[in-house]
């Protein structure tokens, strides 16, 4: 039976048939079939799916995708349209259930792994070896998140475009017709939509067929594809600042965030080899650069000794996982977190830095010797990736796992602590928001938490010193205003209580509870 199998599954040539995608579809579903059942975080995906049903279950909105920001928020900074679009399809399909949310995360990601084996294969010419790591980027531990964390889907949509993209940018290459050119035009426009990095995907394209593909494209089509990208990325610019506006970039800001971030380069280069590091939210400070290091040194050393390899590729590779990555160190506050989906685009310019190693292009895939370590490190990333995955369960498994694998993270101490407070656990929350003081003093969000739960338990002077404490670092926080005028008006200074729900709307005109309140006192005072 097994050698009937083999004959008609495995025969000769099996890797250039449908048989290849069966099993990338098969392995990718089952391992991660338990996330189909899996809740929120409270890290983003509130924002983005919970608090915006209103928007999301109403078709009729699809407009309103495209001119707001990712959060529909005053940041102004975020324009990820079809990350929304594609959340509002799964609200049509299952209003508020989770399972098409997660259905789509992992069909998303069995997509990209199947664009990612016909792209190693046309830069590869070796189908064994491109279909070994692809099965490797399918079930490696650092992906989890992009596939068990719903916002996480962003880098893999992402990536499904800019595939797209640059398969048919190769195909132009070999044969310039419209249609390619068209595709690849199209593709780079959806890639767009979906996150800013795209950007940097024509400098790629550039560099390829400028010395990776030198003197087989001739002026004109080159011409083409330059201005074609131009003129794409010109029309969303314009759709972005017409969403946005167009508020002054602090480049010198984004520069610097990108430098005091260097060091993670190895962190996720480490994560790529040894990914036994893992965190749904790592800092620096509580992760090891040792894994990195040794990675580096293994590459460096594999590919010295390859003499069979081509460079211009291995800078392709490498200008790939370069250009992809560090955009992600920018950042917009302090918060320094170096998610590990981030790393979902960039792997692919890894992968193509690893097969120029001899020692990989010259393995036998028919030995059973190299079929059984092949099987054993699938195996391994597998179980990893399964373990890994259970982190993102819940609200309450997720912050838990944060604030113990980043226990010098605010931001983890702080948001274990809002689910604890969800839950009714007072006691437990405040301690875990006294620990994020700790950290930072000003943590965005911990006074007012504290002044909430001095709140309920009737402290009132202790909940007014946190809410100050609170609007003395930020004080056009909408809901450090709001509390403070519910302390106000339980104390029966109505007045003040008017005068502070008065200022919240003027900041977040959307604020219901608090124009519901003072429309309230306002009948009351009458």
């Not at 249609?179 to 995907?201: N, R």
């Not at 790592?282 to 069979?308: E, K």
């Not at 790393?343 to 830095?353: E, N, V």
Request: net charge positive; hydrophobic share 50%.
């Amino acid at each position: 039976m097994k050698n009937i199998f083999e004959k008609h599954f495995f025969g000769a040539g099996w890797l250039n048939t449908w048989r290849p995608y069966f099993l990338i579809f098969i392995i990718g579903f089952l391992l991660y079939a338990q996330t189909l059942s899996f809740d929120f975080t409270y890290f983003d995906d509130n924002s983005l799916i919970l608090e915006k049903q209103e928007i999301l279950q109403d078709f009729k909105n699809v407009g309103q995708l495209f001119s707001a920001d990712v959060f529909f928020s005053g940041s102004k900074f975020y324009y990820r349209p079809l990350l929304n679009l594609s959340f509002m399809i799964d609200a049509q399909l299952g209003g508020e259930s989770l399972f098409f949310y997660h259905f789509s995360n992992i069909l998303m990601h069995l997509f990209c792994v199947a664009l990612l084996f016909c792209l190693l294969k046309k830069i590869s010419g070796k189908s064994a070896l491109s279909f070994f790591l692809s099965l490797v980027f399918l079930v490696h531990p650092v992906l989890t998140q992009a596939v068990a964390w719903l916002p996480g889907r962003n880098d893999s949509l992402l990536t499904i475009f800019i595939l797209l993209s640059f398969i048919s940018f190769l195909n132009f290459l070999n044969h310039p017709r419209l249609k390619s050119y068209i595709a690849y035009l199209v593709f780079l426009f959806f890639a767009l939509l979906s996150k800013e990095t795209a950007v940097f995907l024509p400098v790629l394209v550039i560099f390829y067929f400028w010395f990776v593909n030198r003197g087989k494209i001739n002026f004109y089509d080159k011409s083409l594809l330059i201005l074609g990208s131009l003129a794409t990325g010109f029309i969303w610019f314009l759709m972005r600042s017409f969403a946005l506006g167009r508020e002054p970039v602090n480049y010198f800001s984004a520069i610097f965030g990108i430098i005091n971030n260097l060091p993670a380069v190895l962190l996720g280069i480490g994560k790529l080899i040894f990914p036994f590091n893992l965190s749904v939210l790592p800092v620096l400070a509580d992760s090891t650069l040792f894994y990195g290091v040794i990675t580096l040194v293994i590459l460096i050393l594999a590919l010295y000794f390859s003499r069979h390899k081509r460079n211009n590729y291995l800078v392709f590779g490498l200008i790939w996982f370069i250009f992809f990555l560090l955009p992600s160190f920018i950042r917009l506050n302090t918060l320094s977190d170096f998610l590990e989906h981030r790393l979902y685009l960039p792997f692919i310019g890894f992968l193509i830095m690893l097969i120029e190693i001899d020692y990989l292009k010259n393995l036998d895939f028919t030995k059973k010797k190299v079929k059984i370590g092949a099987f054993i490190i699938l195996i391994i990333f597998s179980a990893l990736t399964w373990c890994h995955s259970h982190k993102f369960n819940n609200r309450l498994t997720f912050w838990i796992s944060a604030a113990k694998s980043s226990p010098h993270s605010p931001l983890a101490q702080r948001n274990l602590g809002a689910m604890y407070y969800l839950d009714g656990q007072l006691d437990l929350a405040e301690i875990y928001y006294l620990k994020a003081i700790v950290l930072n003093p000003n943590e965005e969000m911990v006074h007012n938490n504290l002044g909430l739960i001095y709140l309920d338990q009737g402290n009132y002077f202790q909940a007014e010193s946190e809410f100050n404490k609170e609007l003395a670092v930020y004080p056009t926080y909408d809901k450090a205003l709001f509390n403070l005028g519910l302390l106000r008006f339980k104390t029966g200074n109505f007045e003040a209580a008017k005068d502070l729900w008065q200022k919240t709307l003027e900041i977040n005109p959307g604020y219901y509870e608090a124009d519901l309140r003072l429309h309230n006192l306002e009948k009351t005072l009458r």
